[in-house]
């Protein structure tokens, strides 16, 4: 790491001596340091030179390397030692500083010399943050009234525009409500950046991810990734940070006959900005299928796939990561690498559901791809009120639940919500997926559950529909999902197939959920379960997903007009109550990180059960300077937020320390 003092010496010198100047060197006559002799700062490389099967994209031939700084330092620029590769000869962590600076610590930052020097090496792709909501407001002088009515309208309902925005994020409740249209904070009169991050770098070369992890890593600056801003746990944002946005890696390439290892067949090698909607056009398109979430805009080759990513085709496919061949990537050091079997291999074990903000920035990944495949849906909702008593929906829910796994064995998938509207319970099927089956079979399987209902003395009536191919089930069954309230948290847990094979496990587990429900909350299930019969990858993917046959969320949620300490109290029956609950029926399982507890206690193994201690001790050898860091990933519980939401969330909205160790450690 360079020299903190250093560093600040060097720039305010430089800055007294430049105003705001940036002159380079050239035939030893003196030029203004402008795109044309300057920018974008990279060398190009052939596109067979990644270790992959898969060519490179063209923006990852676009890399920095020395010589290309050391060009740079010839012609005169100043300052590049901040961009530098890390020098072997330093001792790492010699000059760890306690905390990580914000941008606007740094004289040097957002000052005008060290961005346009910054932001000419990038060939322009500097961002200056101006929230999403900002249009509402005075305080960025873009107030738009009109704008602000379409971003009102759409705020809940819109994730596409959400992702397309360099910092929007959907975890708003832990950046802080800082900037939000009065739909969500009524009493709302600024926007403030909060948690956004002031600087974000629009993506388009391997080059430019390096720049920006050598100059976060050399100045101890925190660094955020986004790609779409979907995590329930606000990984891609952070007070003062400088941010890397990936969204616009879009490139998409089809093989139709693709060798890598072992594995021979149809393969798509998909950018890190590629969303789950374009991927499964692209399939469409060429005829295949491919593994995703059921998200139309979570980004498919981000946190999704590095996060493990659950699918309506995990049940006979396994997780969105076990189908990934090789991956790009740009570890913390700066360099750009390929990781597979073959290519970094502890590397490639760690990316495959260790988490994302992690161990690199992922530019690309290769994924199988599968035949086209016939799919069954069926929806229906049970309320009581009139005609169905309260003992009768239990019933018939108990029912659904006695053969779970009967039904993922089929290679079955269902995603479903249960709540409670006033005074009546309400569950949804949206929708039961049946992938590979058609409707003849899909009602052999479920004919005892159907007679189960009659039995209870309840009309429930489904609804079927065929389809020939996945991306046409899919788009019928799925709705674009929500963004963006402050009016709820979450929880989840994974409960395996152990709990269904003995009736009383399975009754405590059923009482679990419905006690969650009884006391105000709402659940979202998925029987799922990725544990295909032709077998997985090993890889850094939660062990507990592979003896699941139920992933399930629970929200508990307040409205505007409730009291901050109420809000707390319900924030801790979550966390303190519920939780607890769902992991005495389960012990031993864990939860899936990306649909968690904000603040779940023993992240380490609830996430990654026995991986952990390995996932660790390979994130201190990749990132010694801890240049990634994310709430709840590998190696987060060295650091602690300097600030907290309802007293017990930690705020993005503050500054990330190092946590001190108690005085008898030192």
Not at 425 to 449: G, H
């Amino acid at each position: 790491m360079v020299s903190w003092t250093r560093v600040r010496l060097s720039f305010e010198l430089a800055l007294l001596a430049r105003a705001r100047a940036q002159t380079i060197v050239v035939n030893n006559h003196i030029l203004s340091a402008d795109v044309s002799p300057v920018a974008p700062a990279f060398a190009l490389f052939d596109a067979s030179s990644s270790n992959a099967t898969a060519d490179l994209f063209p923006g990852e031939t676009r890399q920095l390397t020395q010589d290309v700084l050391a060009n740079l330092t010839s012609l005169g620029l100043t300052n590049l030692d901040l961009f530098a590769f890390p020098d072997p000869n330093v001792p790492v962590g010699s000059s760890a500083e306690d905390c990580k600076n914000f941008l606007s610590d740094l004289t040097i930052f957002p000052g005008t010399v060290a961005t346009k020097v910054f932001d000419l090496l990038l060939g322009g792709s500097v961002i200056r943050t101006r929230p999403f909501a900002s249009p509402c407001f005075s305080d960025y002088k873009n107030q738009d009234i009109p704008k602000c009515a379409e971003i009102t309208r759409n705020w809940f309902n819109d994730s596409y525009t959400h992702a397309d925005d360099p910092t929007s994020i959907n975890a708003i409740l832990f950046q802080g409500t800082t900037c939000v249209p009065s739909v969500v904070n009524p009493g709302a009169t600024h926007c403030t950046l909060g948690s956004y991050p002031p600087l974000s770098v629009n993506v388009s070369t391997v080059a430019q991810i390096q720049l920006a992890i050598n100059l976060a890593r050399n100045l101890n600056i925190r660094l955020v990734i986004k790609n779409t801003g979907h995590d329930f746990g606000a990984k891609s944002t952070g007070a003062g940070a400088l941010s890397l946005w990936t969204h616009n890696l879009k490139d998409i390439r089809f093989y139709r006959d693709y060798r890598e290892g072992s594995y021979k067949g149809p393969a798509f090698k998909l950018g890190a900005g590629v969303q789950v909607f374009e991927a499964y056009e692209a399939a469409r398109r060429a005829n295949v299928t491919i593994v995703g979430g059921e998200g139309r805009t979570v980004g498919l080759a981000g946190g999704y796939i590095l996060g493990g990513g659950h699918s309506p085709l995990s049940s006979i496919y396994g997780m969105g990561s076990d189908q990934v061949l090789s991956m790009e990537v740009v570890t913390a050091d700066g360099k750009f690498r390929t990781a597979s079997e073959t290519s970094h291999p502890d590397l490639f074990w760690a990316l495959r559901g260790g988490g994302g903000s992690t161990f690199g920035v992922v530019t690309s990944i290769v994924v199988k791809a599968f035949p086209r495949i016939h799919v069954t849906t069926m929806t229906f909702s049970l309320s009581t009120g009139v005609e169905i008593v309260p003992d009768q929906f239990w019933q018939v829910l108990r029912a659904y639940f006695n053969d779970f796994i009967k039904y993922t064995d089929a290679g079955m998938y269902s995603y479903f919500s249960l709540g409670s509207l006033g005074d009546n319970y309400v569950w949804a099927m949206q929708p039961w997926f049946a992938p590979n089956l058609t409707r003849a079979q899909f009602e052999e399987i479920t004919a005892p559950f159907w007679a189960s209902v009659r039995a209870i003395g309840v009309d429930l009536k489904p609804v079927y529909r065929e389809y020939d191919d996945f991306y046409e089930a899919w788009d019928a069954s799925f709705p674009l999902e929500p963004w963006g309230s402050n009016l709820q948290r979450s929880g989840g847990r994974l409960f395996p197939k152990e709990n269904w094979e003995d009736p009383n496990k399975l009754s405590e587990t059923f009482d679990a959920i419905r006690y969650v429900v009884d006391s105000g909350g709402f659940v979202i299930g998925f029987n799922i379960a990725p544990n295909p019969k032709t077998g997985y990858p090993d890889s850094a993917v939660n062990p507990a997903w592979r003896k699941t046959v139920l992933h399930a969320i629970d929200f508990v949620t307040w409205s505007q007009d409730t009291y901050p300490e109420l809000i707390q109290i319900w924030s801790g029956t979550l966390t303190f109550e519920w939780g607890p609950l769902w992991r005495s029926v389960s012990p031993g399982s864990g939860a899936y990180m990306s649909e968690s507890d904000y603040i779940e206690p023993d992240f380490q193994h609830s996430f990654w059960g026995d991986k952990y201690e390995r996932l660790y001790e390979l994130k201190k050898k990749l990132d010694p300077w801890d240049v990634f860091y994310a709430q709840n990933a590998v190696g987060s519980e060295d650091f602690e937020m300097s600030d907290y939401v309802f007293g017990i969330l930690p705020s993005q909205n503050s500054r990330l320390c190092r946590k001190k160790p108690p005085p008898e450690e030192k």
